[in-house]
Nanobody, 123 residues
Framework: QLQLVEAGGGLVHPGGSLRLACSASGSLLNDYGVAWFRQAPGKEREGVEC????????YYADSVKGRFTISRDIAKNTVVLQMIDLKPEDTAVYYC????????????????WGQGTQVTVSS
């Protein structure tokens, strides 16, 4: 059974950077498509960026274009979300999700979820 744990959230000033990590246990994360989602208070969960399980293609939401980058660290069985130029509207709980076949930003496509990590962007 795949288990996911997110880490790396915190408080950062606008324009700052954070690196989120989604660490897996119980299975090789490289066999799964992985996506990052986020949910701000009072808002629906939003897909941020995903990476495929076949050729590591990536797809991102327009709101994070040029600022967020998803990648795999195979040696650590981890998927990383590097975030730069953070904005107050990026404030949310960030979740990683995985599925054997999913590739996209639709939450219902993903079976395995982490517990989330809080990202707060504020001056």
């Amino acid at each position: 059974q795949l288990q996911l744990v997110e880490a790396g959230g915190g408080l950062v000033h606008p324009g700052g950077s954070l690196r989120l990590a989604c660490s897996a246990s119980g299975s090789l994360l490289n066999d799964y498509g992985v996506a990052w989602f986020r949910q701000a208070p009072g808002k629906e969960r939003e897909g941020v960026e995903c990476i495929s399980n076949s050729d590591d293609d990536t797809y991102y939401a327009d709101s994070v274009k040029g600022r967020f980058t998803i990648s795999r660290d195979i040696a650590k069985n981890t998927v990383v979300l590097q975030m730069i130029d953070l904005k107050p509207e990026d404030t949310a709980v960030y979740y990683c999700a995985a599925d054997h076949t999913a590739y996209g930003l639709i939450a219902s496509w993903f079976v395995y979820w982490g517990q989330g990590t809080q990202v707060t962007v504020s001056s």
